[in-house]
Each structure stands twice: as C-alpha cells, then as structure tokens.
C-alpha cells in the first residue's frame, strides 16, 4: 500500500513494522501514485504533471526506496498546456511501458523505466473517433481520459473512457477500436469484471452501468443501468469494483452516490452484496479505497477478502469475509487525532506482567474488531525485536488516554482509557457506534475513530504520571480533576472518593470567573477492567491542571494549577496541604481563562493573520496549476496588500526585566518528590518541591509514616525553603543528585531491584532548571554551586528537559546520565551531569512549529517523540544504544501477479485542507496490488537519526557528530498516524 | 560672617533668585548667596569657597547635601549648576580637605540613591577639561555609560545600562526591520533589529544614549544577526541586570568623533576627547567576561523555614548591608587602594570600583560627615 502526500512525500506500508518513505524534491501534492506489476516499482504523477519511478533496491540487507527516473510529458511546441495534463495513467503488465491519458484525450505511450516517449504508439483522439457514430459524436467530443483500464485476460485490449461518457475497447496490436460503448452520461471510472466479459462503468449522476463484451457485437447497448440511491439526484460515483465470488453473487462497491439533497454530505462508500447493503460512513473525506481479493491470476473469483478506505483523518480497513463486515484493528497507521491530543507521556521500560495487564484490558475492549489478520502483509520485517517494552500515553480533549505500544516502529494502540464516568456531562451515554437501523435508507453506517468533537472540553486531560511498578496512573485534566487510579483486571463498580482542595485558601477578594468544576457522579459507579479510579481531587478554583507528580511508594499526589499547590494522601484519602502561590497583585490568574481580554484580543490579531497568511500561500500553490494569469495577478496584489499591512503594524516586543508583578508568576509547572537532605546534612527526609513560573521553587518536608503505621498516623508537610530565582524565569525542572551525582531514583525503582538504592553518605545537590538556566544548588544550605545560562548567551529558552540515560553501543557496562533539553527553537541540547557542560546540540524541530514543540516528549532512553501534525508522531534518538528504525526486506515476486488498481484522486482535493503542517498531507493516490506471497509494499514509518553523545562520551567528538548531523536533516521521521 | 558675594559678571540682586548657601569647613560655617539661574563657573565658585573660608593653599572637596539629604560632590559646572537650581532653600556645601576626603561617604543613602538619575551625557564628556578634577566617576552609582569607544566602528555606540536596585523600568521595545549594508556586491537589505519606542521616563530614554530606530547590533557580546525578535527579547531579558547594547544610532550626528591623532597613536591621549573618561572603562569592556557580569548579578534568595517572605527585594537589601557591615572597613580599605592605583594608571577597573561601593553603601559608620542636625533641619528621612 502507499500512500502520497500533499507535500511530495509518499508511505509505503506493508506488514506491521514494513515501511519506506520517499520525498520527492519538488513539494508538490502527489496526484496518483500506480505500482508497476511485480517490479517493486511505483510510479507517482505529482500535480506539476511530473512523473516519478521509484524503486525499492536491497541495500546492504534491508530494502530502500529510492527515486530513479522523473519524467515530464512535453507535447509540441506550441500545443495547450492540456494537451499533455495526464489525467490517468496505466502501467501496463508487460511493465514496458506505460499509457498516459491527457485531458486533450490524447494517449501517450513511454517506455519503462527510461520514460521515452514511443510516438508512434499514440492513441490519438481522432483514431478513436473514426469509427463513432456521426450523430454521437457531433454531440460531444472526446473530452478527456477519464480512465484507462487493461483487459483482465487479453493484455494486448484496453479500455478507455472519456469524461463525456464515451467508452471504447482499443486493441493494442491493430491500432484500432474494437467497440464503442456508447454513454450518455458523464463518465467517473470504470473497472472490469474478472473474467472479461462484463465491464461496469460510474457517472456523475450517481449511477452505474453495466456493459457487455462480446465479439459479435461492437456497438453494444447497457446491460443496466443502476441508480443505487434514486430516484432524486444523486451525487457523482467516483470510483466502483465489482467483484465476483463463488457462490455467484457479486460484490459492488462504490464510492459516493448519496442522494444529493438529504445525504449530499455524507463521504460514503457503499458495499452492496446479494440482499446486504451497507453505505459506510466516513467522519472525514474520502480519498481513496481499494479492495483486496484474490490475486492468483489463475483464481476463478476475484473473493474479496477486505476493502482499505483512506479518508482524510485516518485509514480504516473493513473485513469484508466476516458477517456484518466489522472493522479490522489496524496495527499501524491508528489515528492518534481522533480526539485532539492534549498531553502525551512516555514510559521506558514497562515490567511484563503489567503490560500484560493492559494488553488483556485492552484486548476487552476490541471485541468488536474483525480477528482477521491485517491484511496488508508485503515484505518482511527484518528488525530486531524492540529491547524493551515501551508504552506511549496520549491523553486527548474528549477526557481518554490512550495507551500506545511504541516499543517498535508501529505505533500500536493497546488499550483507551475513559475519565468520562466518573463525571456528569450532557453527553449521550450510550455508545451507537455501531447501531445499524434497519429500516433506515441509505443503511449508513458509521465506521472510523476520528470524533474530532468534544462533548466537553472540561474534560480534556492534561497531565498524566503512571508508575510502572505499582500500576498506580494519575491524570488531571481542564477542569482542576485530579483522577488516581489502580490497574484491576476485573469490571467493577465502585464509589471513587472525591475531595476537593481550596487552593485560594484565605486569599480573599478573589474571583474565579472561568469554567464550573465538573460535577461528579453520586454513588458507586460502573467501571470496565483496566485503570479504574478510586480517587478524585477537585482544585478549586477549577483552572487546568498545570503539574502533577505521583509518588507510589510513600501513596502520595501532588498537583499545581495557576493558584497554588496540594498534596494528596490516596492512601488516608486526605489532604496533607494546600499552599497558595498566586502573588497578591497577580489579579489576572485569578479570574480565569475568559477574562483575559487583552490576551484574547490578541490572539484573535494573530489568527486572522494567520489565516491571511495562509489564504496567500494555498493560493500561491494554485496559481502554479497553470490557468489565467488573473489568478497570478490577484495575487500578487493580496501578497502586496498583506506586506504593506505588515509593514504599517511592526510586531515589537518589550525589553523588560521580570518582576514579580508579573502575571501568572504563581502558576505551578513543576513538581517534584525526593527524599533528601532538605533540613540537615545528617537526616534526610522526604520532599516534595515546586517549581512557579515566577521563578520560585517551594521545598516541603514531608513526615511519612512507616508502612506499619501508614493508615493511622498523618502525613504531615512543613515548608523548609523557598527560594526565590533572581532571574524570576519560570522554573520548568526540579531534580536532586545524590553523592555520586547520580539522579535520585524512580519511586520505587530501587525496591524492585532495577536502579542502586541512591547514595546518602555524600552531600546532594539541587538542580533547578529554568527557562533561562540551569542552576546547581547545594544541599541542604542551597548556596548556588554552578550555572549554566542558555538564554542569556543565545537567546533560547527552555520548553522540555529530562534526565536521560545514555549507554554506550560498544560496552554494556558504561552508561551515563545528562539532561535531554528541547529548547523554543527546537534545537535539542545534551548537556552534561553534574558540571552543566553542552556536549552536542542539533536542530530537530523548525521554531515555527510550535505545537510540535510543545508536544515533545522524552524518553528515559534518550528518544523523543513529538508530533509533526495532529496525527502524526516523528520518533527521534539522541542514543546510539537505543533505536528503532524500520528494517525490511521486500522481494520481487517472479511469478507474476495480474491486478493491480489504482486511483486517482482529484485535483480539487489539494485546495481543501489547510490545516496541518506543510508535511501533512490531504490528497493520496493510492494503490495496491498483491501476488501471493509477498509484495512489494512496504513500510512504514520511522526513526531515525540517531545522533551521538557517544561520542562525546567516549572522547571522539568532532567528526562523528557531523556526520550523523548531517544526515539528520531529512526528517525521515514520522511514526504513525492517521491518513492526514 | 554673613557677607554676600557679588559674582562680578553675572550676579544680580534680585529676591527671588537669589540661593542662600551655608557652607560648611571644620567646625566653621560661612553663609553667602548665589543667583539661582546664574550661578557661574565651578572654577569661580571653587576660587570663592577657598576665599571665604581663608583656606588659599588648601586642595578641598566640595561637596552638598541634596534633597534626600545625600552628600554629593560639587567638581564641575554641571553639578555646580546642578546644586545650586535644586536647593531648596538653602544650599549647604561642605568642605573637606583634598586628602581627608572619604570617597565612600558621597551618596550614602541606599533609598534616596534610587531615586537619582545622574545621567553620564555623552555632552559632558565633552565638554570636560582634563584639568579639572573630575575623576570620581565612581561617586556617582552609573546607570549607564558608553563603552569600548576604542574599539568600536565610530558609528557603533556600545552602551551599558546597569538596573540593580533600581526601580526604574528598563523601558524600550524593539522591532523587526530591515537595514542597509554596504556589500562587496553593493548595497544589501538584511533584516535588523530595531528599537522601536521608548517608555517615558524609563531607564533607556533617561540615558539619552539609545533612541528610536537605532539598530541593536549586539546584546552582551553576541551579534543579533539572524537572530529572531523572540531571540532578541529573551536575550535582553535575560540580561536585564546588566544590559550591555551595540547600536548603530539612527543619529549619527552625536557620535563621538576620534581624532586622527587618537586612533593613530595608540598611547597618547589628547586633550579634545573622551578619552580620559574612556579609558578605564573601555578597560572594563576588554576585560568583559561572563564572571564578570556574574558579579554584578544579584544572588537568588533563600528563606529557610516556613518564612512568609512579603517582599523580597527588601529582605535582599538588609542581607546586603549587613554584610558591608562585617566586611566594610577591610573593603574600605581596599577601594582607597583601588581608587589610588585609578588615579596612577587610569587603569582600574570601574566595575570593581562599583561592586565595593555599593556593598559599602549602607554602613552606618561611614555617614558621618553629614550632621545628625543638618537632617533634622531639612526633614529627610534617611533610613540606614
């Protein structure tokens, strides 16, 4: 399968964890994209009509795609730019050459793969019509090449359609039509039945006709001519199979046709088989589908085993063998968008056994998924198998988290986790996913994840911490919840203990004028195996969460929002603190999100530029198309009129130094638990530590009982420093280094025997990150020791950082630990523990894309994911150690194999979508073919670049770190996502 | 005592502009009138203060107190001028001999200190002869100077602007912008970094050394060339505390114009130039490294204990001075010294000089040479 994008790009997946990319040099939108039979080639019409080929060549063990040949048809001198504008092309079986319909109705022949043109192999539009009747074609002329299909069984006939409705057999050999099918109706596409004898052909009526092949007949007149959705108008059907089977009733499957007035919205694709019928219902436009069926050329019935949709927001892939035609769980590809993603967080290293759990919880919840095997299953995956097990969370608006396998190249999802119970929102409780109405006509049927619509945008998670361990998982979302949940394997129904914490305290005089709190649930709810809440903790005032830290061994929860801090006991269910953070002139934190008007009116500024902006460039791309130079000229003065704008309201930014009038200085962005010398040098105790955007951090000692005692004595907190960054940058990290300088441990990590228990007997030391710098700090007297200034010297700041491990490929033995630091660039940082020295920088993500940014996260390992659109993941590595790229294998196929479809989708799609980013993509040919074993297809996704710190490490520093700089660049990246 | 001094040229007898001054020596008091708007030359002023006080062959400091009661020096026309427009309604200058003179008792008051704004014009640079004795730059707290004037483009002006302590906003935006660069291949567009607007009564504006359109070339050392605006801002930002600008004025008409004797010897220094203000601070600048600003940086602030600290910047303050309270003799000690070697070589660095006197600026013991009455007298409140 492949899939093109609108930026050039195209995705070859084949079997979980097969997958090659290619970019093609030009950014342009790939139109079509056709397999060459049994070659491992491809070959992609982009809209410059520029022709590629492209091949997959084994290099040094594992398959690569590369580009070979590209190829623009030149007509005359002088000639129409339309006369060579390809509108549908057909690789023919001999894989010699390839035909090429134009919109001048012209067929042009090239050789394979040198792209010569063969002219006296030109299947002119005046040959055609020689033999057409006077009267039909005084009507209308040829128009041009809608579609070109090959006989199934006599390679040396093809069948051409004209968009006006004519349809001819053209034989190869004689140069000559064979039959004339006369249409009356606006042609869409055509497909030939298996045998040969039948073919059937789309309009933009919304009918399809049926037209017999014989030799005695060579004007033959419509077997049928079917209006599935009449009898009112109906919408074009634009592309239709046919396929028999061997209890004789064929499937039909076409795209489109809805009745215009009452469905004329809808992007269906309707399978109509025997008495069955059933009108898929997409969320998103359809691009693309094919099915896939029976390839063996010597195979009496085409047996169609399942049909591949892609639509704009995701690929969905139905079981057409199994009764009710259910949904096949897609092992790659999943559309991680299907709610908007608010948070993403990783977690190294998963143990077995509660990966098993979530597997089994998760596999409860896929009932409804076909158990066939995904059917796309070209080439081979000759990757090691991934060295750990790796779970990515993703917590989205609509209040899931959705836990993702991402210990290899697919990202897989495992298991979805709602909040939504245990909260009352106006939502439709029950779940019609898949209620099929029997009555209804057209029998729609909703298929696809993608729900881009939140019931309540309340519930969107914000913040997820899951220990390993224990199984514990804490998430706060919009709305100040705070949800601590337990892994059970069980359903069960159960009252989860609500408390609510006053962040305000006595902070008078303050009004919260953003969203109400959720309301909760009374009574014992009902939850499905997997995470289950037994906790909820209520901020008040209810503003979104903005930091959450989880300890699992002492059975504590801490969580900031804009106001202050708490911490929570889940195993006493009680609230140790509260400290409120607000700095008694911030007056805008208080009152919530709607208030700030400024900050809405600016932010309104912004996205009407953007939207201008954006206006400009998607009409730059269609001005390249080629018509009127009106366009051109058009443009040209908005682009003017845009500049001058720009230049009458300069964008100025304010040079002054942070005070703590600022606004927002009390909200919370990070915390932190430690156990560590806060009071004295001698006793170490735990600790909790918060870090503000004012640049303060608060550091609490905490009294935990000992286990015996847990449940009846209280945890007890006590405020023991506050230190106050005179820079006043927001702190963004917190961590203590024990005497070796080591990173104190995971809760719990030392308890199950995975890290050395910290060192005590040497004196800790304080690292506080801020925006700006990175601040090392005795303990317990907090005397600053060394810094590292980012911003001041480079004028970066700091988004993401975490401590990642970094072993060496060549030794087990030796590993260390330096910060991983994404900066507002998007450069990425290592710098080193405990001296706070910069080993290697390179740029990762571009500074424009914010949100890219802004979803990174780190892996323990020294990977990184973040999203490059709203539905797609790019996985980075810093280790040398720890990747994960795609490695596969696909072999070319000796016997032949017959069928091969492909599609074209239309131009019109490429103006449609402006969101994503420039990598995203809309607009896909696609493709499929298969022979019996194995195919050409391949792959997926990605990795990537790795780039060293080893050799750093090891000493080696220049040379090695260019070279793999180098390569970076390509962002060949790119895991996952859904069809956008 | 009471004899009233005809300046002979400029002087007339008008009630209301007349100043009454009550000048102080030792333990003697003599009391004199000057014209309020035309009050003269230092030199003359000078000439008549040793007259009165029968002190001829004496080298004196003069100094007075100003509205906040702070002693500061009186050594050119400027702040003659300066005194004598802002008595209010007496003017009480106090004499001390040349070499009794503690250099750490001018502008001893930490509070009122903020609220002065003695601005360094580039005019006065000018306008100063060498022969005056005008070498206690370090008397005054610097808000801002011109540095590297040696080693810049003469149509570059590196400014310095320091912020500690003080309440002022920095105050000035910059924008995007595009200037022209004279190429190999011609006249170039590139994209510059601009000032935009300045805040009234901001800290930039007060300076008179930055003004709108001049292009920001360097931040601390660091060229702004494709730098971002954000990049920019979060530089300067990050650099507040000691904000060091390379411009490229947008007036070029007020720059400092070297002589062709100046820059073609590199030891001798002439009389027209800045060079004698210049040079111990064009020091500073090749000196310039981050420990160096690192000193100047205020230190972060830790509470132990549940403190509930109400304002932070005060506590920051009485930390500060009781620690010149430990060490103050021995720094006073040293900044005699360093004052000394200034003096020899003009080679001290102004930075350090600065450092010592601030941390020297609360002791109590050192404020002894205004009078516990003289404050009463005029109401000022001075908190030590």
């Not at chain 1, 019935?301 to 927001?313: G, I, K, N, R, Y």
């Not at chain 2, 504006?205 to 060339?225: C, F, K, Q, W, Y």
Request: proline residues 6%; hydrophobic residues 35%; contains cysteine.
């Amino acid at each position: 399968m492949a899939i093109g994008t609108r930026s050039g790009a195209i995705k070859l997946y084949g079997a979980p964890g097969v997958e090659f990319m290619g970019l093609h040099e030009e950014n342009n939108t790939v139109m079509q994209i056709h397999f060459i039979p049994d070659q491992c080639q491809l070959v992609t019409l982009l809209d410059d009509n520029s022709l590629h080929l492209w091949s997959l060549k084994q290099h040094s063990g594992a398959s690569e795609l590369r580009e070979e040949h590209r190829f623009t048809l030149k007509g005359p001198p002088g000639s129409p730019p339309s006369a060579t504008q390809i509108t549908a092309v057909l690789p023919h079986s001999s894989r010699e050459v390839l035909y090429l319909g134009t919109e001048s109705g012209n067929i042009f022949v090239v050789e394979l793969p040198s792209f010569r043109v063969l002219e006296d192999r030109t299947i002119t539009s005046e040959a055609v019509l020689q033999r057409v009747p006077e009267d039909y074609c005084n009507r209308r002329s040829c128009e041009l090449v809608e579609a070109l299909r090959e006989h199934p069984k006599n390679p040396d006939q093809i069948l051409i359609g004209y968009s006006r409705g004519l349809i001819v057999l053209w034989d190869l050999q004689n140069n000559k039509v064979t039959h004339h099918f006369l249409g009356s109706q606006q042609l869409e596409n055509l497909y030939w039945q298996r045998d040969g004898s039948k073919f059937i052909s789309c309009h933009y009526d919304g009918s399809y006709t049926q037209w017999p092949v014989s030799s005695d007949n060579r004007q033959p007149e419509p077997l049928e001519n079917i209006v599935p959705y009449g009898p009112f108008p109906c919408k074009a059907i634009s592309k239709i199979y046919w396929q028999t089977t061997k209890n004789g009733l064929p499937y039909i499957i076409f795209q489109g046709g809805m009745p215009r007035a009452s469905y004329g919205d809808r992007h269906s694709i309707s399978v109509v088989h025997g008495s069955q019928q059933t009108a898929f219902d997409f969320t998103s436009r359809v691009i693309d589908f094919f099915i896939i069926f029976s390839s063996e050329p010597t195979a009496e019935f085409d047996d169609p085993s399942a049909m591949v949709v892609l639509a704009e927001e995701e690929l969905v892939v139905i079981d057409l063998k199994s009764a009710g035609w259910p949904a096949v769980h897609p092992p790659y590809l999943a559309s991680l968008h299907c709610s908007a993603i608010t948070c993403s967080h990783h977690v190294s290293n998963i143990p077995l056994k509660l990966w098993e759990r979530i597997i089994s919880a998760g596999s409860k919840q896929n009932v409804h998924y076909s158990s066939m095997p995904w059917p796309i299953d070209g080439g081979t995956n000759i990757a090691p198998d991934p060295p750990q097990r790796d779970l990515l969370l993703t917590g989205h608006e609509d209040g899931t988290v959705r836990f993702w396998d991402a210990s290899g190249v697919c990202l897989h999802l495992l298991y979805k986790l709602s909040t939504v119970r245990v909260f009352l929102t106006d939502a439709d409780p029950n779940d019609n996913m898949n209620t099929l109405g029997e009555d209804e006509w057209p029998p729609l049927r909703k298929v696809g994840t993608f729900d881009p619509y939140s019931d309540d945008p309340r519930l969107g998670i914000q913040k997820i911490y899951l220990c390993k361990y224990s199984g514990y998982l804490a998430v706060a979302g919009t709305a100040g919840q705070v949800l601590v949940m337990e892994l059970n394997d069980e359903d069960a129904e159960h009252v989860v203990d609500h408390a609510e914490a006053d962040l305000l305290q006595d902070q008078e005089g303050y009004r919260w004028k953003g969203h109400e709190k959720l309301k909760t649930r009374d009574g014992p709810v009902r939850f499905e195996a997997g995470f289950q809440p037994f906790v909820l903790v209520q901020c008040q005032p209810p503003a979104v969460v903005t930091s959450l830290a989880l300890h699992s061994e002492w059975k504590l929860v801490a969580f900031g929002t804009s106001h202050g801090f708490g911490l929570f006991d889940h195993q006493q269910k009680r609230l140790v603190f509260v400290k409120c953070t607000l700095h008694p002139s911030d007056q805008l934190a208080l009152e919530g999100p709607l208030s700030r008007v400024k900050s809405l009116k600016k932010s309104l500024r912004q996205s009407f530029r953007r939207i201008r902006r954006s206006r400009v460039s998607s009409r730059k791309r269609r001005g390249g198309g080629g018509n009127a130079s009106e366009v051109q000229e058009a443009n040209a003065k908005f682009d003017q009129d845009a500049l001058q704008e720009m230049e009458l309201a300069p964008v100025q930014r304010k040079i002054e130094a942070r005070s703590a009038e600022d606004s927002f200085t009390g909200f919370v962005r990070t915390l932190y638990f430690a156990d560590t010398f806060l009071r004295d040098s001698s006793r170490h105790c735990p600790s909790l530590w918060a870090g503000t955007n004012g640049g303060t951090v608060y550091a609490f000692c905490l009294r935990v009982p000992p286990a015996e005692r847990r449940m009846d004595e209280p945890v007890r907190a006590e405020q023991a420093k506050e230190i106050q960054l005179m820079h006043r940058a927001p702190v963004v990290g917190i961590l203590v280094l024990d005497g070796r300088s080591t990173p104190l441990p995971e809760p719990l990590e030392v308890a199950h025997d995975l890290s050395k228990s910290p060192d005590m007997q040497g004196s800790h030391q304080l690292l506080v990150v801020s925006e700006e710098q990175f601040k090392v700090f005795t303990l317990p007297k907090v005397s600053s020791k060394l810094k590292l200034k980012l911003t001041a010297l480079e004028g970066c700041r700091v988004r993401k950082v975490t401590v990642a491990n970094f072993g060496s490929c060549k030794t087990d033995d030796y590993s260390e630990n330096d910060l991983a630091v994404l900066t507002n660039l998007g450069d990425i940082q290592i710098i080193s523990l405990p001296f706070l020295k910069l080993q290697i920088r390179y740029p990762c993500i571009r500074k424009e894309d914010v949100s890219g940014i802004a979803s990174c996260v780190f892996t323990k390992y020294g990977q990184g994911f973040y999203l490059i659109s709203p539905s797609e993941f790019e996985r980075f590595s810093l280790s040398t150690k720890w990747l994960v790229e795609p490695r596969c294998v696909v072999d070319v196929p000796e016997v032949s194999s017959n069928n091969h479809v492909h599609t074209r989708s239309g131009v019109e799609n490429a103006a449609r979508k402006s969101r994503g980013s420039g990598r995203s993509s809309s607009d896909y040919g696609e493709d499929e073919r298969k022979s019996g074993r194995l195919m050409e297809h391949a792959l997926l996704n990605d990795e990537k670049v790795l780039k060293e710190i080893q050799s750093t490490l090891e000493g080696g520093r220049g040379s090695y770190a260019e070279r793999n700089l180098a390569r970076s660049p390509l962002g060949h990246g790119l895991s996952n996502g859904g069809g956008r | 005592m009471n004899r009233s001094f005809n300046k002979s040229q400029t002087l007339r007898y008008l009630e209301c502009s007349a100043v009454e001054v009550k000048s102080k020596f030792g333990a003697e008091f003599r009391r004199f009138s000057l014209d309020r708007y035309k009050p003269g030359k230092f030199e003359d002023f000078y000439k008549l203060i040793l007259h009165i006080h029968h002190i001829a062959n004496l080298e004196v400091m003069i100094g007075y107190a100003d509205v906040h009661g702070d002693l500061l020096p009186i050594n050119n026309d400027d702040n003659f001028f300066k005194a004598v427009s802002s008595a209010h309604p007496l003017l009480r200058v106090f004499v001390q001999r040349q070499d009794e003179v503690d250099y750490s008792n001018f502008g001893t008051n930490t509070l009122s200190r903020k609220k002065k704004a003695l601005v360094t014009l580039r005019n006065d640079n000018l306008r100063r002869r060498p022969h005056i004795n005008i070498s206690m730059p370090h008397d005054f707290r610097p808000v801002s100077s011109i540095i590297d004037v040696d080693i810049l483009p003469e149509t570059h002006r590196r400014v310095r602007l320091y912020r500690h302590g003080c309440e002022k906003p920095l105050g000035f935006y910059i924008r995007d912008g595009t200037s022209v660069r004279v190429t190999p291949h011609g006249l170039e567009k590139v994209p510059g970094i601009f000032i935009s607007r300045m805040v009234p009564g901001g800290l930039a504006e007060s300076t008179g050394l930055l003004a709108v359109n001049d292009e920001v070339l360097e931040v601390n050392g660091i060229e702004v060339a494709g730098k971002t605006l954000d990049q920019v801002t979060d530089m300067m930002i990050a650099n507040s505390h000691n904000l060091i600008i390379t411009v490229k004025p947008a007036n070029q008409r007020n720059n400092i114009i070297r002589s062709s004797r100046m820059s073609g010897s590199s030891g001798q220094s002439t009389d027209s130039t800045a060079s004698h203000h210049s040079l111990p601070t064009s020091h500073v600048l090749q000196n310039f490294h981050p420990d160096e600003m690192e000193s100047d940086e205020e230190a972060d602030i830790v509470i132990e204990g549940g403190l509930e600290p109400q304002h932070i910047p005060k506590l920051h303050s009485l930390t500060s001075s009781s620690l010149s309270r430990i060490n103050g003799s021995s720094l006073s000690h040293r900044l005699q010294r360093d004052l000394v070697l200034n003096n020899n070589s003009g080679r001290e660095s102004n930075g350090n000089i600065h450092k010592l006197l601030s941390s020297l600026k609360t002791d109590p013991r050192h404020s002894l040479v205004i009078p516990r009455g003289g404050i009463e007298e005029d109401g000022t409140v001075i908190t030590l």
